[in-house]
């Protein structure tokens, strides 16, 4: 079971990017799927998840309004839209699954938001410059 992040690259502030998780090997469907990013010398930080009856939550207040999770069933993929990107959003985006159906809630944090990711695919990169 794999999971892999695509989409990244180079692009400048206040433009968009379409991240795409797919999976080699399992539905996507049944669990839950988040996206999280890591930037150089900072912590891993949670940006979003989508449950299996595609209700999305969003973590934290850096990308709320900005990025949007959504499911495409028959390419059996979920995406992470990122508009308005600033140089702050320069990391290694992630996409990882959860153990079941659902996701954590947008108030938990630490192992109670990142415990439930047990699948975690390769990262793809994004890099905000002009």
């Known amino acids: 079971v794999q999971l892999q992040a695509s989409g990244g690259g180079l692009v400048q502030p206040g433009g968009s990017l379409r991240l795409s998780c797919a999976a080699n090997?399992?539905?996507?469907?049944?669990?839950?799927i988040g996206w999280f990013r890591q930037a150089p010398g900072k912590e891993r930080e949670a940006l979003s998840c989508?449950?299996?009856?595609?209700?999305?939550?969003y973590y934290g207040d850096s990308v709320k309004g900005r990025f949007t999770t959504s499911r495409d069933r028959p390419k059996n993929t979920v995406k992470l839209q990122m508009n308005s990107l600033n140089p702050g959003d320069t990391a290694i985006y992630y996409c990882?699954?959860?153990?079941?159906?659902?996701?954590?809630?947008?108030?938990?944090?630490?192992?109670?938001?990142?415990?439930?990711?047990?699948?975690w695919g390769q990262g793809t990169l994004v890099t905000v410059s002009s």
């Open positions: 090997g399992f539905p996507l469907d049944y669990y839950g």
């Open positions: 989508i449950d299996s009856s595609d209700r999305p939550t």
């Open positions: 990882a699954a959860t153990r079941g159906s659902w996701c954590p809630s947008e108030t938990d944090s630490g192992p109670l938001l990142f415990n439930p990711f047990n699948t």
